[in-house]
Structures are given as C-alpha cells and as structure tokens.
C-alpha cells in the first residue's frame, strides 16, 4: 500500500479547504477590529457587541490552528526518546506509538466534544448581546478535533508504512 498515491489528494483537499477558512476568519477577524477601531478612535462612538462577535473567528482560527499543526506534523514535542533511542527502526516504532496515543486521546476528545456538539445544537444559547447562537462557536471543537483525528490517522498510515519499509530493507541488508 503506497501512503502517498493513497491519501496525499484527499489531504490536499482538506488543506485547501481549512487554509481558505482560515483566511477568511482572519479577514473576518482583521475586519473586525479595524472596524471598532475607527468607531472608537475616529468617531468616538464604539459600536457594541463587536467584540462578542470577535470571539467566534477567534475560537475557530485557534482550534483549526491546532489541526493545522496536526495536518503539517509539527506537534509540540519533547523528543527525549530522539536522544535516548540511536536505532532508526526503533525511532520509528517510537514514532508509530506516539501516533497510536494521539489517535486514542483524539477519539476520546472527539467523543466528548461530540456531546458538547449535540449539546450546544439542543440547547441552541444566544450570546449575550447580540443573541449568536453558541453554536457557532462550539462547534469549533467537535470539528477541529475530528480533523486532528483524521490526520492523526494520516500520520499513523504514513509512518507504519515507513517502519514496514526499514524492516523489510533490514532483512534484504542482512
């Protein structure tokens, strides 16, 4: 199974797609601000309720940022491992675990951002000044982490197949 031929255009349609949301809520976001800072500053009149509609771009660029890192590989990590272990199949394998964690947590989270989704729909709360549905700004963590799920997963393919390839190369070379 070649990982690359496999998933790399279904991956480069979803980070098409989260790159233009993200631009698009950075404009919003940008948009926003400009805006209340011309209200404030040049006509002394700020309009209310800028702010809370703030919050909604804000929570979503910050959570689809994550699945972002997910989607380019570049977690935060600690690398302790990367010093200790000098055998490359053995990174790997480390590799292949680490992703098999992150898959497990992910589901977990999504499980549970899953019910705070359904929640939120049920409930349907307004915000307090301009009545947005909540919704809108839940919904964010049900979605992001599902992406991270899904490139997790994408990980996970990518680097067994990697470690299967160094095993089979170690067996040729011996």
């Known amino acids: 199974m070649d990982y690359s031929s496999k998933f790399t255009g279904f ?36 309009l209310l309720g800028i702010e809370e509609m703030m919050i909604f771009p804000t929570i979503w660029l910050y959570l689809l940022g994550g699945a972002s890192a997910s989607l380019e590989e570049k977690h935060i990590e600690c690398g302790m491992l990367d010093s200790m272990i000098k055998s490359p199949i053995k990174l790997q394998m480390t590799a292949v675990i680490k992703n098999l964690i992150s898959i497990i947590v992910c589901i977990i989270l999504c499980w549970l951002s899953f019910d705070f989704f359904s929640y939120s729909l049920k409930m349907w709360k307004l915000s307090g000044t301009l009545s947005i549905p909540m919704f809108f700004g839940e919904s964010s963590f049900f979605i992001s982490i599902l992406l991270m799920a ?23 070379e011996t």
Request: proline share 2%; aromatic share 8%; glycine share 0%.
């Open 11 to 46: 991956k480069n349609s979803l980070n098409k797609i989260q790159s233009c949301i993200n631009t698009l809520l950075l404009i919003s976001l940008i948009l926003l601000v400009s805006i209340q800072i011309i209200l404030r500053y040049v006509f002394k009149s700020p």
């Open 150 to 172: 899904i490139y997790s997963i994408f990980e996970l393919i990518k680097n067994v197949n990697k470690y299967c390839n160094m095993k089979e190369k170690e067996v040729i």
